[in-house]
């Protein structure tokens, strides 16, 4: 019988890397094809080249192993490939969302090790970092949005019905809009 991996996604990742109290884990079974060559690490393992304690996740052999089981928008990047040399890649931790934003509006801030293999932002931070955070009254098309654990980007503004449709990236790696009427705006 082969072996049962499962890739827990946190929902709802504070920026610091910590839980929220109201997160959930959500679940991804990785295909019966990709289990094999996958292994998962606990946090605090050794990392073999930097003696130093790692982050735990699910670590593959192969990169196209890793994007399998990667959920973001677009998943193809959404890589690190800073493990063991038996297990070198792994999906990013954190935010699609923020993966998604920084793909659509060309961010590419963050040191190299902080971004995607092809150079954009993940985080939300990194994101709105050097822009000006402004109410949502005064949105405009373009504009980041976020509530500080989601983000978008703002596709249309109704400001008589104090609301932004925003286009985003979810957990599960699809791209949806959706109205908000909280949080803040970045340009």
Known sequence: MAHELTH????????NGSM??????IQFVAPPQIQRDCQHFDAGWIHPR??????GGTWCEEIDEARAIATACPSNCFIYSDGPTSHP???IPGFPCAHYVAHELGIKVGGRNSRCSEGYS????Q???GRGE???NTAQVGDIWSDGGHSGVVRRVDLAGGRVLIEACSIGGEVYRDWESNGNVYR
């Open 127 to 129: 994101i709105t970092q």
């Open 134 to 136: 402004h109410p949502l």
């Open 8 to 15: 827990v996604v946190q929902q709802n990742l504070l920026i």
């Open 122 to 125: 993940v985080t939300i931070t």
């Open 50 to 55: 930097t003696g130093r304690p790692a982050p």
């Open 20 to 25: 929220n109290q109201n997160s959930t884990s």
């Open 89 to 91: 890649h792994r999906p």
